[in-house]
């Protein structure tokens, strides 16, 4: 994660993207970008031109994070298949 001059503790706590200037956006931002780099499409950023959206969003990506533990999600897979976890890229 030194390349992309994001911490441990950052990636923790929310997604991000590093921008081709630098910039390292996270959280709500992050997987709009991410979407829409993937699909070739600018509509998952268009909420981010809304008067009051980039807050809301920021909230609901907040209290997803945060109660990340208790949403279905790839601990059981992890628990079972350890060697093909994600998380283990991580270290």
């Known amino acids: 994660m030194s390349r992309t001059g994001i911490t441990a503790d950052e990636a923790e706590r929310a997604a991000w993207t590093v921008l081709d200037?630098?910039?390292?956006?996270?959280?709500a931002r992050a997987i709009a970008l991410g979407l829409a780099t993937c699909r070739g499409a600018r509509w998952p950023t268009l909420p981010w031109k809304l008067p009051g959206a980039p807050w809301l969003l920021d909230r609901v990506y907040?209290?997803?994070?945060?109660?990340?533990h208790r949403l279905p999600g790839t601990?059981?897979?992890?628990?079972a298949h350890p060697d093909d976890c994600v998380s283990q890229w991580l270290d």
Not at 21 to 27: H, L, R
Not at 75 to 79: A, L, N, V
């Open 62 to 68: 907040d209290l997803v994070a945060i109660n990340r």
């Open 21 to 27: 200037d630098g910039t390292k956006v996270g959280g």
């Open 75 to 79: 601990t059981p897979w992890c628990d």
